[in-house]
């Protein structure tokens, strides 16, 4: 199904492993503050898209 959910789910996951690459202070333990920012807002997506699937499975 194709929404804007998704969509801007698998672009913060896009920008999150684009940022991981190219930032040298962000590892799998630390995050610079922009890799912070990025990463909370592809997991509040992560979450969102997740929580839809779940319900729509339980219909
Ligand atoms: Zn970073």
Avoid: W
Avoid at 6 to 14: E, F, G, I, L
Avoid at 16 to 37: D, F, L, M, S
């Amino acid at each position: 199904m194709a929404d804007g959910l998704y969509d801007r789910y698998m672009k913060a996951s896009r920008v999150n492993a684009e940022h991981q690459r190219g930032c040298n202070v962000c590892t799998a333990e630390t995050r610079c503050t922009a890799g912070t920012q990025i990463f909370k807002s592809f997991a509040r997506l992560q979450d969102a898209y997740n929580n839809r699937l779940r319900q729509q499975n339980q219909r």
